[in-house]
């Protein structure tokens, strides 16, 4: 093999070699956890004596891919679900679990607030205190999770009614 042909299959194993690195850098930058690219601010949590909570903040997502939080965890509720408030017809509000999860859109924020979506803590299985602080795990539809603290505050509802996953609807007990 000549010098010339030499070099020009070096030369096309090299640039080979760069575009299969930068094929792999890539495809391993899109296998990262949802998790890793979020974060949550300004979380709060609604007091309780027993019942359920809600769970408020503003989740941001520096990534650049949607992420999509299913479903939670806490050690103070016997679940923890995904939920949204929205009016009927009659402008009667009704929360209930969020269909699909939550999505925090890529390099964008997504905000809990009364009235609007949020987290609910269900089953409760102690008190939540004004003052004191809760913890939780939001869980990706990618299955990675992202731990929560919040401070509980005093707060009295946004007066919807709740609509249970059984279907049916009762009183939220002015949390949510």
């Not at 520096?62 to 016997?78: F, M, N, P, Q």
């Not at 699909?100 to 809990?112: F, R």
């Not at 269900?122 to 913890?135: H, K, N």
Request: aromatic fraction near 4%; hydrophobic fraction near 40%.
């Amino acid at each position: 093999m000549s010098d010339k042909r030499y070099r020009k299959v070096l030369l096309l194993a090299a640039t080979a070699t760069v575009v299969v690195a930068g094929c792999t850098t890539q495809a391993h930058h899109d296998e990262e956890p949802m998790a890793s690219a979020v974060t949550i601010a300004e979380q709060w949590a609604s007091s309780a004596e027993t019942g359920m909570a809600a769970v408020f903040g503003t989740f941001t997502n520096a990534g650049h891919h949607d992420a999509r939080i299913v479903k939670g965890t806490s050690d103070v509720a016997g679940r923890v679900e995904v939920h949204e408030v929205a009016a009927d017809a009659t402008g009667v509000k009704t929360m209930r679990p969020k269909e699909g999860g939550m999505t925090i859109p890529a390099d964008g924020s997504h905000a809990l607030v009364p009235g609007g979506d949020h987290l609910m803590l269900m089953d409760l299985v102690q008190p939540l205190a004004p003052g004191s602080e809760v913890t939780l795990t939001v869980e990706f539809e990618d299955g990675s999770t992202l731990p929560v603290t919040a401070q509980v505050r005093d707060f009295a509802g946004a007066d919807e009614d709740y609509q249970p996953s059984t279907g049916g609807s009762s009183p939220h007990d002015g949390h949510g």
